[in-house]
């Protein structure tokens, strides 16, 4: 069977190809607690054969925050060239009120989040309520009460109101530590929009991310996209004419035989209209 689908055992059989190189976080470099195997060492192998490295993340947080987890884990920021995170452009949007969406909304929200950092706000003009009945919008940028049946109260009320969501992280799960799947706030926004709600996306797979990276790095020449999720990195990185690098050992790693092949790859792939140009088991050198 023919797959188009390569195989790689490794970074250094890619590093001479391609000149930018956008690189996932959760699953792909660390596990929010500590650096993959071999992580650390592959960007910095990756970027003292010259290419110019930008981590993009669907992180709710604000790109400061991508900064700080990762150099506690010892990741050193002079590696890359630039941060994108989806919650960076929530911010954004909310700040500037240049798009229909923003300008539109009013300034009191809800919202939905992991814990009580309230960075993606920052000091702007916004206040935050406690009630669906009182709230202009949701902020959906965590999931602190893990399951989505625990939202349906809060997502019907809103729908009935009419208000419109921001999804500060569009992923549907993340890999923890202990190698389980959480539900993240993509789950949610999903949800919310199959109900008939209207939702802003931010982050993978849209193209406006990828637009930014290119225009804060500068580079327009060969690109690969890396990441572990068909539906996000991969989808992201094809839409936006780069190659692909799908690391198996991420969300993914279940659906997958071991050790995984090419056929069960593009088979995979096929399901989230997202079949990968290379494949590697880890981000490793």
Not at 210 to 235: F, K
Request: with cysteine; proline share 5%; glycine share 12%.
């Amino acid at each position: 069977m023919t797959t188009g689908v390569q195989m790689v055992e490794g970074l250094a059989e890619l590093a001479e190809t391609y000149r930018l190189f956008v690189i996932d976080q959760w699953g792909v470099l660390h596990d929010g607690v500590s650096p993959h195997p071999g992580a650390i060492d592959a960007l910095e192998r990756l970027a003292a054969a010259g290419g110019v490295l930008s981590i993009l993340s669907n992180s709710g947080k604000r790109v400061e925050e991508s900064y700080v987890r990762m150099r506690k884990m010892g990741f050193d920021p002079d590696l890359y060239a630039s941060v994108v995170t989806s919650g960076e452009m929530v911010h954004r949007g909310l700040r500037d009120r240049s798009d229909s969406f923003y300008a539109g909304l009013g300034r009191r929200f809800m919202m939905f989040a992991w814990d009580d950092d309230r960075g993606i706000i920052g000091d702007l003009d916004y206040e935050e309520v406690d009630r669906v009945e009182e709230a202009d919008f949701i902020l959906c940028s965590g999931t602190d009460r893990n399951r989505l049946e625990a939202y349906q109260e809060d997502m019907e009320k809103a729908l009935a109101r009419g208000l419109p969501m921001t999804c500060a992280n569009p992923d549907k799960v993340s890999v923890q530590p202990d190698g389980s799947l959480k539900m993240c706030p993509g789950a949610l926004a999903s949800h919310y929009e199959a109900m008939g709600g209207r939702v802003r996306w931010h982050g993978k797979p849209w193209s406006e991310v990828y637009d930014l990276i290119r225009a804060e790095t500068g580079e327009d020449g060969p690109a690969i996209g890396i990441g572990d999720s068909l539906e996000h990195d991969i989808a992201g990185a094809q839409a936006a004419g780069m190659d692909q690098l799908f690391i198996t050992g991420g969300i993914h790693r279940t659906d997958l035989p071991e050790p995984p092949t090419a056929e069960a790859v593009a088979q995979l792939g096929d399901r989230f209209g997202a079949i990968p140009s290379h494949v590697a088991r880890r981000f490793a050198w």
